[in-house]
């Protein structure tokens, strides 16, 4: 009886999936790892009501190739959201409740316009997979609380987030952008440049809804432990001569954990 309570009262968790997403399992496992209960589900699931979105805390829309990006990334996906589920998403988001769009994802949220500005080719118009740094820019948003900086992965051909003068200057102003590439260790160690696809001001993510919503380019997902890091044999070799030892978790994992704690 207790472990079924237990079971019952974990953080609910909805992962889009149906035509062209592809990091659902990978995102749901990142959720659980968090201690939430994950369950992906295809659109057309909650077109027919057999899954409904009111019955969960989180909504993720994760990052893949939607529609095979034909129409621009997001572009199609967003608007079968927005022609048959538009109600159920508007009234989840006036609620205190969390939404989460990474890559594909992120792209899906600004065409439904749940976020503020687009998503574009990248600067040298091809397909980047790499790691970037990123800083948390803004204090508002449980999804980053107590994060600084984080090393996460990227793959998009079409991540250069872009808006108008004035959209830049009300997100600055409310504290909406959520995270910007900067030169951090990872930059570094593999002597990138910060900004791989000329995203204006450096933005890689951006909020709404008071932080509740965000979409974020990279993917914290894919980064959930340290062995992932791209320089950790350097890190593991650096902490064997010290005399310490890596932590197991990696800097994507806080993001998730912050999202369940939430509801706690």
């Known amino acids: 009886m207790k472990k079924q309570k237990a079971k019952k ?28 209960q994950a369950d992906i589900v295809h659109i ?15 909504l993720a829309f994760p990052g893949g190739f939607s529609y095979g990006d034909d129409t621009g990334s997001g572009k199609a996906y967003a608007n079968k959201v927005r022609n048959h589920l538009q109600k159920d ?21 600004t065409n439904l316009g749940l976020l503020p500005g687009a998503l574009t080719f990248n600067k040298k118009a091809r397909y980047l997979d790499r790691w970037v740094d990123v800083k948390v820019e803004s204090s508002i948003s449980p999804w980053l609380k107590g994060i600084n900086k984080l090393s996460l992965p990227i793959a998009h051909g079409e991540g250069k987030y872009f808006a108008p003068a004035e959209t830049l200057e009300q997100l600055n102003f409310e504290d909406r952008i959520a995270v ?5 260790e990872v930059c570094e160690y593999q002597n990138l440049e910060a900004n791989p696809n000329g995203a204006l001001e450096d933005i890689a993510g951006v909020l709404g809804y008071d ?20 320089q950790f044999p350097f890190l593991n070799e650096k902490a064997k001569r010290e005399g310490k ?11 998730f954990q912050n999202a369940i704690k939430f509801f706690k």
């Open 89 to 109: 998403l508007e009234e989840f988001v006036k609620q205190k409740k969390l939404v989460i769009g990474i890559c594909n994802g992120f792209q899906i949220l």
């Open 211 to 230: 932080g509740r919503v965000i979409g974020m380019m990279p993917h914290p997902e894919r980064a959930l432990f340290t062995t992932q890091l791209p």
């Open 44 to 58: 057309n699931d909650l077109i027919d009501s057999t899954k409904k979105i009111k019955n969960y805390q989180i």
């Open 245 to 255: 030892k890596l932590p197991k978790v990696g800097p994507g994992f806080q993001i």
């Open 180 to 184: 910007r590439y900067t030169k951090g």
């Open 9 to 36: 009262n974990k953080v609910k968790v909805l992962v889009f999936s149906g035509y062209g997403l592809n990091c659902e399992e990978e995102t749901k496992y990142a959720f659980e790892l968090a201690g939430g």
